[in-house]
């Protein structure tokens, strides 16, 4: 069940060292030396956690405990109608603030019975469709 198609090395430095930690922490119970119960109450980390690493070192060696980047990362999940009606205010009104155009798509978030954005989200739709104005 190998997921991954690129070879250990092309990944960078810091998430190899990262790997390779994981691994060190499992390794006494991979070993038989210790058990999972004790290698808990050393490193002050979940059961499930440890319960993870072992499972993903087993299906697929080092590169089951390399930290996978989220799918997700980057993109902004609100409704194609709430991202339409904030770009459009912040086209309309440029020197706006981005708390004032929030509390606005909230309002129009309720009307319309779609989930309000949060303020974080309209900061990154206002960085990702509005070219950021130069300061005189």
């Not at 990944?11 to 006494?28: F, H, T």
Request: hydrophobic content about 35%; some cysteine.
């Amino acid at each position: 069940m190998n997921k991954y198609k690129i070879p250990l090395t092309a990944y960078p430095e810091q998430i190899r060292e990262l790997a390779v930690y994981r691994y060190k922490v499992i390794e006494p119970y991979l070993l038989h030396e210790k058990t999972c119960k004790h290698i808990i109450e050393e490193t002050g980390l979940s059961e499930r956690t440890i319960w993870y690493w072992i499972s993903q070192y087993r299906m697929d060696g080092l590169k089951g405990l390399l930290r996978e980047p989220r799918k997700d990362k980057g993109s902004i999940r609100v409704a194609r109608e709430v991202k339409e009606q904030t770009t459009k205010l912040l086209l309309q009104h440029k020197k706006r603030s981005i708390a004032s155009i929030h509390r606005e798509m909230c309002t129009f978030c309720g009307l319309n019975n779609f989930a309000a954005p949060s303020y974080h989200q309209v900061y990154a739709i206002s960085k990702k469709f509005v070219p950021p104005f130069e300061k005189n």
